[in-house]
């Protein structure tokens, strides 16, 4: 099935702020929340889009993505496996909301899905060559992962963690409002569900540590500027000790001097004398790689083109390339001598003759 527009779920425009996008998710939540419409799988479904929308459009890196790339462009990185997901993802906005994350009552023992380690974002800049052709990139980054010393635990060396006596370990504390159950995350342990008595001298108790870290990124034939690759889990680790964050390399490439791309074409302009243009010529294009020979015809005409097929911008994910389009340009004599005018002339009589 198709999904529907992020910012048409939402009620909002293109531009709306993050305060705008913020208290449309409010009412959406208020109005479809489940304890609100029990047995209602429609209104349940609506709850979870318009979680998922937020999600998406409160995170300006993925408000980016989607801008630029639309649902492709997040794929495998919206989406919620139900309601109470929802609510353990979205604990501290729910909380804010309602006065508490609102979590169910039948399930609010459930712990808390581990955080997700934030996504990296590097910027990465190739010549044209390179993105004809395809390269390997070796990349340096900093990032956030598990600490060594400690091995993401965050203990110092002879001691292990706690359980944390405020939640009893499960990183919630419930309480009720009304007609609906409230879990907030708990203050103690801010939601690990341990407490680290003795913090390792390292990371300081978060279990990860600033590393440098060199990452060799497979660049694909046919890549353009704007486009961007995703290196899953070279993103920077959580310190709760969930999945680490991903890696995305968004590309710039370096003009031509002489080729312009076009989507997977290739544009290129040639400028010949107008004796050329007239009797025909074989010119020459020089492309990454190769030496491209086409004949212009006799009698072409200024800003006709020609296309040479296969000798463009390769595609991504499958075989063959885009065309060569040759844009021709005709120079004309500004002082012609004495000769050129007395050829011309009698060039011009032939003509009159002919066609008389």
């Known amino acids: 099935m198709t999904k529907r527009d992020y910012y048409e779920i939402l009620g909002i425009s293109r531009d709306a702020s993050a305060k705008e996008i913020k208290q449309a998710y409010r009412r959406l939540a208020m109005t ?3 304890d609100r419409n029990p047995d209602d799988t429609a209104a ?5 889009e318009a979680a998922e929308a937020y999600d998406v459009l409160s995170n300006p890196e993925k408000r980016e993505i989607y801008d630029r790339f639309g649902h492709e462009g997040l794929h495998g990185q919206t989406g919620f496996t139900g309601v109470e997901d929802i609510f353990s993802s979205f604990g501290d906005i729910f909380s804010e909301f309602f006065g508490g994350d609102i979590f ?26 390179e993105s004809m052709s395809g390269a390997k990139k070796l990349i340096e980054v900093e990032q956030l992962r ?38 907030t995350t708990c203050p103690a342990c801010r939601g690990r569900g341990t407490w680290i008595p003795s913090q390792c001298p390292t990371c300081h108790g978060t279990g990860c540590a600033p590393f440098k870290r060199s ?59 107008y004796t050329q243009a007239i009797l025909g010529q074989r010119i020459e294009v020089e492309l990454p790689g190769e030496v491209c020979h086409t004949d212009l015809p006799p009698g072409i005409q200024p800003g006709e083109e020609i296309s040479i097929s296969g000798k463009g911008v390769p595609y991504i994910g499958r075989s063959g390339s885009g065309d060569l389009i040759v844009t021709v340009h005709v120079t ?4 012609p001598n004495d000769r050129e005018r007395e050829l011309l002339q009698e060039l011009e009589d032939i003509r009159a003759e002919r066609e008389a």
């Open 215 to 273: 990452v060799t990124a497979t660049v694909p034939a046919g890549i353009g500027t704007g486009m961007r690759l995703r290196l899953a889990g070279e993103g920077e680790h959580p310190e709760t000790g969930g999945e680490p964050g991903d890696l995305y390399i968004f590309v710039e490439v370096e003009p031509h001097e002489k080729l312009e791309r076009d989507g997977n074409d290739l544009r290129y302009a040639v400028t010949v004398p």
């Open 332 to 335: 004309l004599p500004q002082h």
């Open 32 to 34: 479809l929340h489940p």
């Open 104 to 129: 169910r009552g039948r399930r609010h023992s459930r712990p808390s899905r581990p955080a997700r380690g934030a996504d990296l974002r590097y910027n990465l800049k190739l010549t044209f060559e």
């Open 146 to 183: 598990r600490c060594q010393a400690c091995d993401g635990v965050g203990a110092a060396p002879g001691t292990q963690p706690e359980i944390c006596t405020t939640c009893s370990g499960q990183g919630q504390v419930v309480q009720r409002s009304g007609f609906m159950t409230l879990s």
């Open 44 to 48: 349940e479904d609506k709850f979870k």
